[in-house]
């Protein structure tokens, strides 16, 4: 279904708010903004689903008309379910009941009610999100996951527990990328392990 550049002009406020309400707590995956469907969102729950790809790229000799081919994703483990927190799940609540509908249930979509390519994502999603909140520092989405990655590592997440929400395929690429904020900041005195063996 085709929708008409004014139809997409008044979603458009909305769709930013949506897609900035994790305030950078819990950013919305790329992934999501490009090819999740509803289908992938459990409000009631509050939990995302990253269960494929989508690919644009033409294969040599194929003669099919659909240009978006859809793929599971690279790893077993890039298959997760990702928490959202309640200001998001609100969020996309309201944005369920205005947003364009299109053929394949899409959370985001184009004018043409399609999935979003990186460069739509950017430049009419993330570029004017940051401009109204007055964010003048170039800031990419997959700035985004990264700070979301290293936000929930200060929070004392358990280091595995972010590596399943970012789909490593191993742990040790999360560790690996994330040292730095890995490092104990101070000398570790031990006295809370003094503690236990007195008391215990």
């Given at each position: 279904?085709?929708?008409?550049?004014?139809?997409?002009?008044?979603?458009?406020?909305?769709?930013?708010?949506?897609?900035?309400?994790?305030?950078?707590?819990?950013?919305?995956?790329?992934?999501?903004?490009?090819?999740?469907?509803?289908?992938?969102?459990?409000?009631?729950?509050?939990?995302?689903?990253?269960?494929?790809?989508?690919?644009?790229?033409?294969?040599?000799?194929?003669?099919?008309?659909?240009?978006?081919?859809?793929?599971?994703?690279?790893?077993?483990?890039?298959?997760?379910?990702?928490?959202?927190?309640?200001?998001?799940?609100?969020?996309?609540?309201?944005?369920?009941?205005?947003?364009?509908?299109?053929?394949?249930?899409?959370?985001?979509?184009?004018?043409?009610?399609?999935?979003?390519?990186?460069?739509?994502?950017?430049?009419?999603?993330?570029?004017?999100?940051?401009?109204?909140?007055?964010?003048?520092?170039?800031?990419?989405?997959?700035?985004?996951?990264h700070t979301y990655a290293s936000m929930l590592i200060l929070l004392k997440r358990p280091i595995t527990a972010v590596s399943a929400y970012l789909g490593h395929a191993d742990v040790a690429i999360t560790m690996k990328i994330y040292a730095h904020f890995l490092k104990q900041k101070?000398?570790?005195?031990?006295?809370?392990?003094?503690?236990?063996?007195?008391?215990?």
């Open positions: 279904m085709c929708f008409g550049r004014a139809h997409e002009e008044r979603c458009r406020r909305s769709r930013y708010n949506a897609g900035k309400s994790g305030r950078g707590s819990e950013p919305l995956t790329p992934g999501l903004i490009a090819k999740g469907n509803w289908a992938d969102v459990d409000l009631d729950r509050g939990l995302v689903s990253i269960r494929r790809t989508v690919s644009t790229a033409r294969v040599k000799g194929e003669t099919a008309e659909e240009r978006h081919r859809w793929f599971n994703p690279k790893t077993k483990k890039g298959t997760r379910g990702i928490p959202i927190p309640g200001e998001l799940v609100a969020a996309l609540r309201a944005w369920k009941e205005k947003c364009p509908k299109s053929r394949l249930d899409l959370v985001f979509c184009n004018e043409f009610g399609e999935p979003c390519d990186r460069t739509g994502i950017g430049r009419y999603g993330l570029a004017p999100a940051l401009e109204q909140a007055n964010i003048e520092k170039a800031v990419t989405m997959y700035g985004l996951r101070k000398q570790d005195t031990m006295g809370d392990l003094e503690a236990l063996i007195q008391n215990g």
